[in-house]
């Protein structure tokens, strides 16, 4: 995915990372879009990943995110 969006948008910055450790400082963006980002990770590491985006999202900033939602898990 991250091929196709360099390519779709040349002049945008795309990086592969952990979201659990953000390499940005503190306050750096000012909003995060996560397209089922968290349906791969157990539920109990939302917390966790919650926090490191709140730490590199400035005052104000935005995050908009799209997850599923189900009755039991359906990735394992």
């Given at each position: ?15 592969v990372g952990d979201m659990h450790a953000v390499d940005v400082s503190p306050a750096a963006v000012a909003g995060i879009v996560l ?42």
């Open positions: 995915m991250i091929a196709v969006a360099r390519r779709i948008n040349p002049g945008l910055e795309c990086q397209f089922y980002a968290f349906v791969h990770r157990p539920g109990s590491d939302l917390p966790s990943l919650l926090r490191e985006l709140r730490r590199i999202v400035r005052p104000n900033g935005l995050l908009l995110a799209a997850f599923h939602v189900a009755t039991r898990p359906w990735c394992r």
